[in-house]
């Protein structure tokens, strides 16, 4: 915690019983002592459960101090002739120390409750990487491995055009692998941030330039860009990652038209991508969801957003949904 924030909550560990007590003088002629002292572990209560025990603590001397000051006879001095008080006063100490240990003993299930929820996102995440490697890279290295063999074996005489065929095929094939490594490291460089504070405000227009310029798709007549709104509020250079590999899974594993969409709908923005269902690449044995959605999930959980996909019979849709912040 930084200096800053910790004089912070003692300050309001201060001044927040006694701004209350100080409030309610007024009423000294109408209200007794131990209404006041109600008022006093109220605060003390609020002191607890929101900053801790210290403060909680705190606000217990604050409070036990300013009715003492302000409503115990004789007033304006800290001189207690009632036994009660003092009994009084030790009973508030002692309910702000036991609130504030409930609201930590709180706080540490909370905390293991998230560290649950995180793990479980996390096995979740890396059965679904294990999935997407073994559907991502499945086919390259058969191939890599098929046409290898075809030129390793004696026996199959080969013509220099075949010759070059295999080669041309386990370089291509080598360059998918490339790109599913790149995007494996890709996938581990975002999962380690914790969140994003880099938004901006995007010309959307250049957004759809900057994701194309990082595919091999060409903006051409086969993609029908709708940009609803000018302006996108967000991470720029993860926006463009995210759309850069919705538009290559739809020109991967989907036909044209392809569709993409930019809008934003009252605080909420939205990145959809739609694209008519390749029925090769679904009859495929090992065909699965891919790296790519993996990092766009990713991404939309960095803005606190949400990413889906949904695919019907004849289309596929991805969409990335987050709000302004």
């Known amino acids: 915690m930084s200096t800053s924030k910790k004089w912070s909550r003692i300050m309001l560990a201060l001044l927040i019983p006694a701004g209350v007590i100080l409030l309610a003088l007024p009423l000294r002629s109408f209200i007794s002592v131990s209404d006041v002292m109600l008022l006093g572990v109220a605060c003390v209560t609020y002191s607890g459960f929101r900053y801790g025990k210290a403060e909680a603590m705190l606000s217990s001397v604050v409070s036990v101090v300013f009715v003492d000051f302000l409503f115990v006879q004789p007033y304006y001095t800290l001189a207690v ?14 309910v702000g120390v036991f609130i504030a240990q409930l609201a930590q003993r709180n706080q540490l299930v909370e905390l293991e409750k998230q560290a649950t929820v995180r793990l479980k996102e996390r096995e979740e995440i890396r059965a679904n990487l294990l999935r997407s490697i073994g ?48 995007k494996m490291l890709e996938l581990s460089r975002i999962r380690d941030l914790q969140t994003t504070n880099d938004w901006l405000n995007l010309p959307s227009e250049d957004l759809v330039s900057a994701a194309f310029a990082r595919t091999k798709a060409s903006q051409n007549e086969a993609f029908q860009v ?100």
């Open 226 to 325: 709708t940009r609803q709104v000018e302006f996108i509020k967000g991470d720029g250079a993860l926006l463009e990652v995210a759309l850069a590999n919705l538009i290559d899974n739809a020109t991967r594993h989907g036909v044209a038209p392809f569709q993409i969409t930019l809008e934003q709908q009252a605080s909420e923005f939205c990145i959809r991508v739609c694209n008519r269902i390749d029925r090769v690449s679904v009859a495929r044995p090992d065909s699965g969801t891919g790296l790519g959605l993996l990092i766009c999930d990713a991404i939309a959980k960095l803005h606190n957003g949400a990413f889906y996909y949904q695919q019907g019979s004849h289309d596929f849709e991805a969409v990335i949904r987050w709000k302004e912040q």
């Open 81 to 94: 002739h009632n036994f009660e008080y003092f009994v009084s006063f030790g009973v508030m100490l002692a």
């Open 135 to 182: 559907h991502d890279l499945r086919t390259p290295l058969g191939t890599i491995m098929g046409a290898s063999s075809l030129i390793m074996d004696d026996q199959i005489p080969l013509s220099k055009e075949q010759y070059r065929e295999q080669a041309t095929n386990i370089y291509q094939q080598s360059l998918i692998l490339k790109n599913q490594i790149d």
